[in-house]
């Protein structure tokens, strides 16, 4: 039997706003309370661990999340802090003398450039004369290639392919040559991404595959590590991004991978591209590049035989879509598929859209009707989002003055979901948080309590997990929880927003950290009992 007695700090808990200890017995929440008692149920079988005023909060979910992708850019050439094309080859020069093979580099934001100028294929050459270089921009959309690697795959200038920027389908046959699966490598980022998510207090990630992000045999990997390996890292949901036609082809595909893991088909099953790339499918034509509308790689009939296959099968579906006119081919797919299949079929799907970044009351009003998620990354607009960044530059002012409704999907009664979109952006979960409190627009902002929901409870429910404790802390749930280093609790709310819940302490609203200055910083990770990450310093 193993007894753990946490005491002297603060659990965030629905059953005691109010409690200081915490008791877990064999990976289970056995007790819940305050210091005085905590003192009188301590015996010689526990372990008593002082927490010394730290907070214990659930571990989070990830809700969308690219390992192999995380892996690669940890250990990879960070080019997010480069602000032009002299920089970025400045840091391919560095590359070149230090590294062999392929030079592997992410992060790059042209927005954030003076001129907004790139490097030309020309400058990558001379850069590595005849080294492969590829460099992909921040939202892994679009890269910057190198004329050696262009020509290994067979790619000739024309529409995807501008002056070593490559983006759209000739992207994806890019990455696909460049992320060939390699088994020493691809574990070595599986795991390095695997604890970095453990080390920011996540307890759960949800792994969004595709052929042309990581590959099958980078999911059956990863699907096949041994108990010991799953128990000391983060539990891993999994979507496998491709389309079916048929409710039988759905059941054949779902049933290949032979693991429960893979709870759906889709995550990134693209409809669209992104923003930063141009590759987003929207409305009207992008503000900074007239005639340009984004990229659509799937057809109302294609998404509509997908959603149908999946609802007739019982198995959830989703996609990748950002634009306005994407979502709009992806409810019009939607419908389609209720009218044929019938809408309840459709409605218990629990079905999700990934991003879904450009919605109008229309359009949430027909994902409630479809009984739709929102799978959404507040990072985007802290990194993106406010007057004269990459949104209003893309989309002009009135457009981005709208993006990311969080609040809007929320009051709507559309469920929403957190994750990072890594390695698109950082895994910061309190970052993301703090994000919701500070979208750009006043009215998408929701309260830090219902944006953790949103990144803990809420990920599970999206999941379908059937245990009705996931992403709690209250007797009988599983000991999943992060241990934080957090100085001030409050309950915290938009400023421009009234909350549904008193903001009083006396109300026994649960507190979370203060997220002004310093963000909380990870003591320890513990999923079922099992310590993932361990910063505490206490035995």
């Known amino acids: 039997m193993s007894l753990e007695m ?3 700090g603060s659990i965030y808990s629905p059953a005691d706003p109010f409690a200081t200890a915490m008791l877990v017995e064999d990976g289970t929440v056995a007790w819940i309370g305050t210091e005085a008692a905590a003192g009188a149920l301590l015996d010689a079988r526990m372990t008593e661990i002082d927490l010394q005023g730290a907070l214990i ?3 989070f979910v990830d809700s969308h999340v690219h390992l192999a992708s995380l892996g690669a850019r940890l250990k990879g050439l960070g080019l997010g802090a480069a602000r032009s094309a002299t920089e970025v080859l400045a840091a391919v020069d560095v590359a070149a003398a230090n590294t062999s093979g392929t030079i592997l580099g992410a992060g790059w934001d042209e927005s954030t450039f003076a001129s907004g100028t790139l490097p030309t294929s020309d400058q990558l050459h001379r850069a590595a004369p005849d080294r492969e270089i590829y460099l992909a921009r921040v939202d892994v959309h679009s890269a910057l290639i190198s004329p050696a690697l262009a020509h290994r795959v067979g790619l000739v200038q024309g529409p995807e ?47 969004m595959a595709a052929e042309h992000i990581s590959g099958r045999a980078d999911l059956e990997a990863l699907l096949a590590r041994t ?5 000391s890292s983060p539990e891993v949901y999994a979507y496998w991004g491709q389309a079916v036609g048929t409710e039988e082809e759905a059941r054949s595909l779902l049933a290949s991978f032979n693991s ?27 503000s900074d590049a007239a005639g340009e509308r984004g990229t659509s790689y799937l057809d109302v009939d294609s998404i509509s035989a997908h959603v149908a296959a999946c609802s007739l099968a019982g198995i959830q579906a989703s996609f990748h879509v950002i634009g306005d006119a994407g979502l709009d081919l992806a409810l019009e797919g939607f419908g389609r598929a209720a009218e044929s299949v019938g809408i309840a079929k459709v409605q218990a799907g629990r079905h999700r859209l990934e991003h879904v970044e450009m919605a109008d009351d229309a359009a949430r009003a027909q994902m409630l009707a479809f009984a739709l998620t929102a799978s959404m990354q507040p990072g985007f607009d802290a990194a993106w989002g ?25 009051a709507a009664g559309v469920p929403v979901v957190v994750g990072s979109d890594a390695p698109v952006t950082s895994v910061s979960p309190w970052a993301s948080v703090k994000a919701c409190l500070e979208l750009s627009d006043p009215q998408a902002r929701i309260s830090a309590r219902a944006a953790f929901m949103a990144h803990t409870r809420s990920g599970f429910r999206a999941l379908g997990t059937p245990n009705p404790f996931a992403g709690q802390l209250v007797n009988g749930a599983d000991a999943t929880f992060a241990i934080w280093d957090a100085a001030e609790l409050s309950v915290q709310t938009p400023d421009l927003r009234v ?3 008193s903001t009083d302490a006396r109300a026994g609203t649960p507190m979370l950290p203060v997220l002004e200055d310093e963000l909380p910083n990870c003591l320890r990770t513990v999923r079922a009992g099992h310590v993932l990450f361990d910063a505490l310093g206490v035995s």
């Open 6 to 8: 946490y005491r002297n």
């Open 57 to 59: 909060t659930p571990a």
């Open 161 to 207: 392919y501008v002056d070593g920027l490559v983006r759209g389908t000739a992207h994806e046959r890019v990455r696909s040559a460049v992320f060939a699966y390699d088994p020493t490598a691809n574990t070595e980022n599986r795991n390095l991404a695997l604890q970095h998510l453990a080390a920011t207090g996540h307890g759960t990630v949800v792994e």
């Open 227 to 231: 108990d010991a390996e799953k128990a």
């Open 260 to 286: 429960t893991s893979v709870v759906g088909l889709g995550g990134d099953l693209n409809i669209d591209g992104s923003i930063g790339s141009r590759t987003a499918l929207l409305r009207a034509d992008y």
């Open 386 to 410: 406010g007057p004269g960044r990459l949104y209003e530059q893309r989309l002009g002012g009135s457009r981005a003055a709208s993006m990311n409704g969080m609040g809007q999907f929320l």
């Open 499 to 501: 909350s549904s819940w």
